[in-house]
């Protein structure tokens, strides 16, 4: 087996390919779900109804995508300029620790703002961007400086994150109130994103998430650094030689990049949860490299896929309540449509040829 | 200072390092085998989620304990063939399909975990392996027999790509597979080759905890040593002799922050001694990148009649 180089892609091939993709996903996890002894079709049924069957599941659908979508969009950019960022999920949970830490030293001791509320509002969300980006500065000044590979050193600050967190729990940002369980103080419910609809969990965060993709979508295409980091991606030799400085390039996209996961975590915790846990991140930073590389690296394709895999999520917890396939059927979905895309879209690009 | 002293002198610390250090040892020879080919592989850490619940469950149905390695040995296989399906034959980016891997890998195990035992309280039990005390060497006497097995898989592998024809074409694919096309030899098949052996040594890393180091399957047990396998082979240089040290090193200071985490009785929060083995691996990584000899044309796929 060989593959060749297609010289002329037809336009309804990426359609066929999507198609074949989802096909595909669909016979690999109807496979599972006949051996978990349920009926294929309801459970799909159930996972859509669960997903985007009523008004609550799809605001359901909604928050759980937020974070991916913020997860999603850092590992896109960062992938553009050939940064592997697989460290989201530490820089969230460094974003979320930081917002807490800032309304912390932002409130007196009556427990009231001691800045208006705009301000400390403004405050609180730097707080996180910047922790986010601290975390992944330091693997990408590695990379450049000592050239230490940033994929290792992305996933071991993962661990390190989480333990550094788990010690602010046990120690300067402990809850006084819960007991003996880890959790930090509740934010105080000025700095809270506000809700988007009555009795429904998702928030303005999802705003924030969208407006960043299409800000980010004409970053990447139409301004001078969005062209450096396309070129620093696509060849970091060349684009030397074209005169881009293509440290300062991975420096600034590691910010952005690290800004970003630190926002999903800001996010979740003056969103959805009100305080950081050790579990408030179900590896919704590892699932952003899926949703980026769903999306074809492409922001406004984030949302979408973000959309997806947050949904698949959400479908399936609810699925697994009432037709009993094990709710670790959402990642299954979710990792074999990756492969699947990923195979059907070079398939566009190549022609097999069998001899 | 003193305390750390007295480690050094203690036996059952040693016996503790080699506990710790026996899967990272297999899991970085597999690392090796598929780096010096040429192939980034990701799926590591779901790879050895997949080998330690195939190993357990097989030796929960009933066969023996040698049966579930090389169960854990085949899973680790399968996966290894589709990520070299994948990266080697066709050139999809190494980083991507392997994470893939290891998302697939994962939730595949804790499923299936979940469809075949829906409601269990404890996690089930077998009986694992038991030390070798018939051994009369101090320290390894109380291992498991696996301790030996990926201790002598270090002289076995330098043989393989040192002194055998085959060894040669390994370690050259991973630096220029053109040149080995060249040669006549088919690079595909070789880099296939390497990528399912070395699965399925990180498929036996992962049977270690379940059938060795404790006796049950639960989620979340391998907790990040794929990774550090990853990390173990830049600062082994690619070598299996370093590799050795390198998963001696780290199970030291793995066993080490445990001591004194014990021993110190809180003077320091508990989470910064586990921290210091991933800390110490950032700085190991640092203080060998300079000069890591990385092979030339890892992560780089091969289409043939390309350059």
């Known amino acids: ?355 | 200072m003193n305390e750390f002293l007295s480690l050094l002198i203690d036996h059952e610390f040693w016996v503790a390092v080699l506990r710790i250090a026996t899967p990272l040892i297999f899991g970085t020879l597999g690392v090796l085998l598929c780096e010096r080919a040429g192939v980034l592989n990701l799926g590591i850490e779901g790879i050895m989620v997949a080998g330690a619940f195939i190993g357990w469950l097989t030796v929960y149905s009933g066969a023996g304990l040698w049966f579930g390695v090389l169960a854990a040995a085949l899973a680790g296989a399968v996966f290894g063939a589709l990520h070299a399906l994948l990266v080697v034959r066709l050139p999809l980016s190494q980083h991507v399909a392997g994470l893939g891997i290891t998302l697939f890998a994962t939730s595949i195990s804790y499923f299936a975990y979940r469809v075949i035992f829906p409601k269990v309280d404890s996690p089930p039990k077998i009986q694992a392996f038991d030390d070798m005390s018939w051994l009369p060497i101090p320290i390894l006497s109380e291992q498991t027999p696996l301790t030996l097995v990926a201790m002598s898989l270090v002289p076995a592998l330098w043989y393989l790509l040192y002194r055998t024809p085959l060894g040669l074409a390994l370690r050259a694919v991973g630096e220029s597979p053109q040149a080995v096309e060249a040669q006549g030899i088919n690079v595909v098949r070789l880099r296939t080759g390497a990528v399912i052996a070395g699965s399925a040594l990180m498929g036996v890393a992962g049977s270690f905890l379940t059938l060795a180091a404790f006796n049950s399957f639960f989620f979340n047990m391998v907790n990040g040593r794929g990774w550090i396998c990853v990390a173990l082979i830049v600062f082994a240089s690619w070598r299996p002799g370093k590799a050795l040290i390198g998963a001696l090193l780290f199970a030291f200071f793995d066993a080490a922050q445990l001591r004194l985490q014990q021993s110190s009785g809180g003077v320091l929060p508990y989470q910064l001694y586990l921290m210091l083995p991933y800390v110490l691996s950032i700085v190991a990584l640092v203080l060998v990148a300079r000069k890591a000899a990385y092979p030339q044309a890892l992560m780089q796929p091969y289409v043939k009649g390309t350059r």
């Open chain 1, 1 to 355: 087996m060989r593959l060749e180089a297609r010289t002329a892609v037809s336009r309804i091939a990426p359609l066929i390919s999507g198609l074949g993709a989802i096909l595909f996903t669909l016979a690999v996890s109807g496979a599972l779900v006949l051996w978990a002894k349920a009926d294929v079709v309801s459970a799909y049924v159930a996972i859509y109804e669960g997903a985007l069957g009523s008004r609550f599941a799809i605001t359901e659908t909604l928050t759980r995508a937020t974070p991916l979508m913020l997860t999603g969009l850092a590992a896109a950019i960062a992938f553009r300029a050939r940064l592997y960022n697989i460290g989201a999920e530490g820089q969230l949970y460094m974003g979320a620790i930081a917002a807490v830490a800032a309304s912390v030293a932002m409130t007196n001791e009556a427990g009231e703002l001691a800045l208006p509320t705009s301000m400390a509002f403004a405050l609180m969300i730097l707080a996180g961007a910047l922790a986010g980006a601290a975390l992944l500065i330091v693997p990408t000044l590695l990379k450049t400086r000592f050239k230490v590979d940033e994929v290792v050193t992305t996933l071991l600050l993962n661990f390190i994150a989480l333990l550094f967190v788990s010690m602010l729990l046990d120690g300067a940002l402990k809850d006084p109130a819960a007991m003996g369980w880890p959790q930090s103080p509740t934010l105080p419910s000025e700095l809270e994103f506000s809700k988007l609809i009555e009795r429904a969990r998702v928030h303005t965060g999802l705003f924030m998430a969208v407006a960043l993709a299409i800000v980010l979508s004409f970053v990447i295409r139409y301004t001078r650094f969005g062209l450096a980091m396309r070129a620093v991606g696509a060849n970091d030799r060349a684009a030397a030689f074209a005169g881009i400085g293509v440290n300062a390039t991975l420096v600034k996209v590691a910010l952005i990049s690290g800004a970003l996961a630190g926002l999903a975590g800001v996010g979740e915790v003056a969103g959805r949860t009100g305080y950081v846990t050790l579990d408030m991140s179900p590896g919704y930073g590892y699932s952003g490299i899926v949703i980026a590389m769903l999306a074809g690296l492409s922001p406004i394709g984030v949302i979408f896929a973000a959309i997806f895999v947050g949904g698949t999520i959400v479908g399936a917890d609810a699925m697994s309540r009432s037709v009993n396939v094990p709710t670790y059927i959402a990642d299954v979905i979710v990792a074999t449509a990756l492969i699947a895309v990923l195979v059907a879209g070079l398939l566009t690009k190549y022609r097999v040829r069998w001899k």
